[in-house]
């Protein structure tokens, strides 16, 4: 089955502790995604990735890092979290040649403490 | 990406059709214009893109008029289980960096 998995699904952690979450998908996307949501304040995209090795930043980068070692996993890291980044986290892909068409994860739900 | 508006909220019946407008006035030529729709605490779901005149499939028609300053996602017959909200997204599908989703609209379906 066609999917986008995210791991975990829930995480409560305390402030500066790190943690990655991860993100996979299966359908050999070329475009992968990182976006926060939070009441009030819709999707705002985190980091993109059009491919292996190349990253840029989308509207909310700070206190977030990524990687993109291989085509399939697109893992997001806070080095250091805040309860500013308690959030509903979403990873999408889609393929190089519709950049629109988005398919998202299942979302995992961040609280830091 | 072009900025988009549209209605914060609507709300409708059960057996209505459902037309939810969203205005892009800066919508570039190679734009192409993209709804989602979001059930609380997943992820959104991809519903319809088109670039001019009518889309339709199995979920919904998009209308889009020759300025394409606008487009209309229609639901036929909505029930319950589309309550959602539903995002308008415009943006050039073949070389988009930044996606960038609106508020969108919430949609409520009562019995």
């Known amino acids: 089955e066609a999917q986008v998995t995210q791991n975990p699904r829930y995480l409560i952690t305390v402030t500066g502790k790190k943690l990655t979450v991860t993100c996979s998908q299966n359908?050999?996307?070329?475009?992968m995604s990182w976006y926060r949501q939070d009441p009030g304040l819709g999707l705002r995209q985190i980091y993109y990735?059009?491919?292996?090795?190349?990253?840029d930043k989308g509207d909310v980068p700070e206190g977030y890092k990524v990687s993109r070692k291989e085509k399939r996993n697109f893992p997001l890291i806070l080095e250091s979290p805040s309860p500013n980044q308690t959030s509903l986290y979403f990873c999408?892909?889609?393929?190089?040649?519709?950049?629109?068409?988005?398919?998202f994860g299942p979302g995992t739900r961040l609280t830091v403490t | 990406l072009a900025k988009t508006t549209q209605p914060i909220s609507m709300d409708s019946y059960e057996g209505q059709e459902v037309n939810i407008t969203c205005s892009h006035n800066?919508?570039?030529?190679?734009?192409?214009i993209t709804w989602y729709q979001q059930f609380p605490s997943q992820g959104p779901r991809f519903i319809i893109q088109g670039y001019k005149t009518k889309v339709t499939n199995e979920v919904a028609s998009l209308f889009i008029p020759a300025d394409r300053k606008s487009s209309t996602l229609s639901l036929p017959r909505v029930s319950l289980s589309d309550t959602a909200v539903y995002y308008c997204?415009?943006?050039?599908?073949?070389?988009?960096?930044?996606?960038?989703f609106g508020s969108g609209t919430r949609l409520s379906i009562r019995p």
């Open positions: 997204l415009v943006g050039d599908y073949s070389s988009a960096s930044k996606i960038i």
């Open positions: 990735s059009m491919n292996v090795e190349v990253t």
């Open positions: 359908m050999n996307h070329e475009y």
């Open positions: 999408a892909s889609n393929p190089a040649g519709s950049l629109l068409e988005q398919y």
């Open positions: 800066n919508i570039a030529t190679n734009d192409y």
